[in-house]
């Protein structure tokens, strides 16, 4: 795969943060914006007109890619659209950078996985929170500190969206832990293998859902991940990251989410290049790096899965009040997919996966 012109590509959905995705690419280097595509035309619209040049808009990407010679979708659409959009997207030979979360549940995001096999095309997800230089620190002190012990992290804030998130069973799991989770698998270099989770909506909350949640993980290598936080909580606020803390053979590191991570050990830091990423511009070079060399990124989708993974797990462990283990979430979802997949070539490719984890761990790793 060479790319020896600039990458031309449809932006699909068109809200908050597709508009900040807008902003991002007509900003980026060898990436041309070709169209806006949202089932609602005026929030397309909207979007073109805020850059100040013509645009082309419309309703469906794939028939947009089309018209405009675009190679590429970034699909910026609600969770509930990321398997139709991108599905599409992938099967008309586009190549597609998707918003978190992979999906709206795993099932569907095993289907896009394997649709992605199926098509040869590339489907990163963005996990803009990953893509911070000083979490790359933070992974490279972990690489010095020895075998780790625990990690943790705190996130307290009392944010006030209205909308969506106010009316979801669980707004702090489901909409932002997923980046806490998808950051301690890279720090840590280690998959999840089972979960334990507890959630409640204190009493002043203004969710209708748990905003409220404590989920520890056990990780492969025995480490354990805790995660504790709250979206209704006055007060002192952590950073949007979260606070971390890792405690390792040798000593500890600690990040407060918004400056250089702290080492704590007598351990002489191994030299490395300082990350030249990140947030959302750093996925979309990541994603066009990929196209260019045809080294799969990370964040493709095989790699991203675990991350939604931790939070089923976590929400089935919440409400069942038992611990539940990774590869029962995958195995249950392998099984969902199989059964509910129209297409039957992605049907067939998934019922070649011998094992899931195995399938989603050889595919790339960090
Ligand atoms: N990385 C981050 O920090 C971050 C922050 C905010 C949101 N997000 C993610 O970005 C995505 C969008 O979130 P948002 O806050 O912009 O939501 P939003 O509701 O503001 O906008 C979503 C847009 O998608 C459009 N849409 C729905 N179905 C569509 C379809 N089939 N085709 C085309 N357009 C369609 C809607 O009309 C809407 O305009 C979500 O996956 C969300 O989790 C990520």
Redesign the pocket.
Known sequence: MTLADPLRVVL???????RAWGRTIEGAPDVELAGI????PG?AEAAAAELGRPVAVG???VALAASTGARAVVD???????H??TTDALFAGLDVLG???VAETVAQALSLAAASQVTGRLFMV????RWNPQLFALRAMAEDLGAAGSLTTEFFRAPRFGG?REEMAHPLLV?MAI?AFDSARFVLGAEPVSAYCETHNPPWSWYAGDAAATAVFAMEGGARYTYTGSWCAPGRQTSWNGEWRLSAEKGSAHWDGDHEPVLDAEVEPTPRPPALFSG?EGSLLVFTDALRTGVPPMGEVHENVLSLAMVEAAVQSAETGRPVLLDEVLAEAHAEALRTESNPDVKDALASWPNVREVLTAATHP
């Open positions: 699909a959905g068109a809200g908050n943060m597709g595509a949202d089932i609602d929030a309703t469906d990407a910026v659409t609600v969770p509930a659209a990321h139709p959009v918003e978190k979360p963005s996990q803009s929170r969506f909409d980046h959302i």
